[in-house]
């Protein structure tokens, strides 16, 4: 998936992103977000690349911020917990996709906006 791509899924998700998955997903915050004051849900900080639902599976491919991310065994577990509450999935398998590069620029608009509120840039 291509950096366009990414960013559109952090507003509107892509064709081929099962809502459901989706909304479990905006329901879990990126843990080092929530250290800045700002939580900002993995949807919206731009880190899912594939949410999909395969019969009664539910695949979650994901990029890191950082290839050394401290985070990602609560981030997993959050995906299982939250993903696996949804009605007719049994399995979750949650992948890291570590050649896929993150940049900042994927976060969703809004909650920029609000980090940027929250932790203005240092004045020059």
Partial sequence: MSTLETTAVASN??????????????????????????????????????????????????????????QIGIIQAKILEEVSTIDGIDDVDVDIDHAAEWLPS???GHARIALRERRPFPAQ
Avoid: H, K, W, Y
């Avoid at 993995?42 to 395969?54: C, F, N, T, Y």
């Fill in 106 to 108: 994927m976060v969703a």
């Fill in 13 to 70: 998700p892509a064709p081929g992103f099962d809502e459901a998955i989706v909304d479990a997903l905006r329901r879990i915050a990126d843990p080092c977000s929530i250290a800045t004051g700002v939580p900002i849900n993995l949807i919206d900080m731009g880190l899912v690349l594939e949410a999909r639902r395969e019969e009664r599976r539910a695949v979650v491919r994901l990029q890191l911020t950082s290839p050394i991310c401290m």
